[in-house]
């Protein structure tokens, strides 16, 4: 189970940390991924790390503003959102990479939460 927090009203340029809170599994043998979806559009790729937390990779549309981190010890994966703009509007989504296609593939995520809101104001 994944139980995504942390969204929220905010204003352009302010800084968000949305959490994942993960049970059920063994946290650390998964991968972890976060996705978005903005108001009519698809669920896109966001951010991944490894379940060492060694290693992530990123969306190349999304440049340096996103930090994807975990802490296994607490069962969390996290998505720090530096310098907020009205684009990033949409739902994020967090997810377990259950199977090995491609890390920015949605076929690679079994599992899923439920999303956590972030609206950005101009």
């Known amino acids: 189970q994944l139980q995504a927090s942390g969204g929220g009203l905010v204003q352009a340029g302010d800084s968000l940390k949305l959490s994942c809170a993960a049970s059920?599994?063994?946290?650390?043998?998964?991968?972890m991924g976060w996705f978005r979806q903005a108001p009519g559009k698809e669920r896109q790729f966001v951010a991944h790390?490894?379940?060492?937390?060694?290693?992530?990779h990123y969306t190349d549309s999304v440049p340096g503003r996103f930090i994807i981190s975990r802490d296994n010890a607490k069962n969390t994966v996290y998505l720090q959102i530096n310098n907020l703009k009205a684009e990033d509007t949409a739902v994020y989504y967090c997810?377990?990479?259950?199977?090995?296609?491609?890390?920015?593939?949605?076929?690679?995520?079994?599992?899923w939460g439920q999303g956590t809101q972030v609206t950005v104001s101009s």
């Open positions: 997810a377990r990479r259950n199977f090995n296609y491609q890390l920015e593939s949605l076929q690679s995520y079994g599992d």
């Open positions: 059920g599994f063994i946290f650390i043998n998964y991968g």
């Open positions: 790390i490894n379940g060492m937390g060694t290693n992530t």
